[in-house]
């Protein structure tokens, strides 16, 4: 998989910021939030929480392409003692 542009992660990146501040506001028991997706704009309410979870989890993961970040390619290294 091609690592995503500076544009896209720019993006990404932004999106992530809002996606979380209005799943944070709905956590904390506001009634309705809108979140930006380009030109479109969702509106979610608190029974749509895993909904929102789920597109903040895709972007993270998203934006850790974009920082070089992927579960399936971290290597871990045990120092020997």
Known sequence: MARPTAAEC??????LEEAEERLHELQLGAAEVAVRMGEKSIEYKAADIPTLQAYVGRLKSFVGRCDGCSRSRMIGVIPRG
Do not use: L, Q, Y
């Open 10 to 15: 720019a993006t990404a990146r932004t999106r």
